[in-house]
């Protein structure tokens, strides 16, 4: 793996402790990690087999979420905060194939994640892509920096796939939810995917206390009702907040319900 050896990037990798990016990477079967990421994601499927299917789950939610945002709802902003590591169709890539002029801005503050920003920076000429190296809980950072390429008074889907759970107190997860839907205007959407120990994910509990104790950041689960009132003031389009998996499959799938909640909600 490239790691720049030597570059300000490199000096924050920490190869020697599995980052969740690495480690996400590695559950999806893609190239871009360490052994202390390969022995930490082993020991954690050992212990809960079904998170390979939630990675995949979680991906494969993303597709079909741009999808519907790209296509039938009409948004050619995307905010994607929590990007991961580039994989097959990332965000701009599912976005601008529907709608070239799609505009979308990453952030993430994984130093890898930053090393392999270029290949997230691919955009269509009609439309633009953009990387912010931040902290989730930096949201004033983010807005700033992601309106060099986004108009913040026209709709935005605002995307926390997979993050929240990296934020421990429910109240600064709930204030980060709330400082970035209050900066878009109605008609922006909020998609979200987050981690339980409900829908079959109770062996869970001991792969992410090995988690916490073997890698970083350290993580936590909640339950539905607690994710639902991320998406409070919004309005919830159907199927609501369900295993996403199980979130407007396509036809040809025949998905099996996964501890990962997934919903997309649009901004009234
Ligand atoms: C489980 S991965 C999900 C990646 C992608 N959103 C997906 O759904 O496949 C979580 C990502 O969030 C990033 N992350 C975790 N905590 C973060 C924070 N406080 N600020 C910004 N990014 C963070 C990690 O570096 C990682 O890339």
């Given amino acids: 793996m490239d790691d720049r050896s030597g570059s300000p990037e490199a000096a924050r990798l920490n190869p020697g402790v599995a980052h969740n990016a690495r480690v996400w990477n590695y559950w999806l079967g893609g190239k871009d990690h360490y052994p202390a990421d390969r022995e930490v994601g082993e020991r954690v499927f050992g212990m809960f ?24 709802a009409g948004v050619r902003q995307f905010l994607d905060v929590g990007t991961g590591l580039p994989t097959v169709d990332n965000t701009h890539e599912v976005a ?3 709608a070239p002029e799609s505009r ?23 439309g633009a892509t953009d990387y912010v190296d931040a902290d989730a ?3 004033a950072t ?31 997860a709930l ?11 109605s008609g922006s959407y909020l998609a979200l995917t987050h981690p339980t120990l409900e829908l079959g994910g109770e062996a869970n509990v001991e792969a992410m206390r090995f ?9 936590t689960a909640r ?9 409070d003031g919004l309005d919830l389009l159907d199927p609501g907040l369900v295993s996403c998996s199980l979130w407007r499959p396509d036809l040809l799938e025949s998905p099996v319900q996964i501890s990962q909640y997934g919903a997309l909600a649009r901004k009234p």
């Fill in 49 to 72: 087999p079904n998170i390979v299917h939630v990675a995949r789950a979680d991906r494969a939610f993303l597709g079909r979420v741009v999808g519907h945002l790209a296509g039938e």
């Fill in 223 to 231: 339950t539905g009702e607690e994710i639902t009132h991320f998406f």
């Fill in 137 to 139: 809980r930096d949201t």
């Fill in 96 to 98: 601008q194939r529907l």
């Fill in 104 to 126: 979308i801005v990453y952030v993430d503050n994984d130093p890898l994640v930053l090393v392999h920003a270029r290949a997230l920076l691919t955009s269509t000429p009609e």
């Fill in 175 to 185: 204030s980060i939810v709330r400082g970035l839907m209050d900066a878009v205007p």
């Fill in 211 to 219: 988690w916490n104790e073997h890698a970083t950041p350290p993580i």
């Fill in 142 to 172: 983010i807005l700033r920096e992601a309106a060099r390429t986004l108009d913040l008074t026209r709709p935005v889907a605002v995307m926390l796939l997979g993050i929240l759970n990296f934020v421990l107190d429910t109240e600064e």
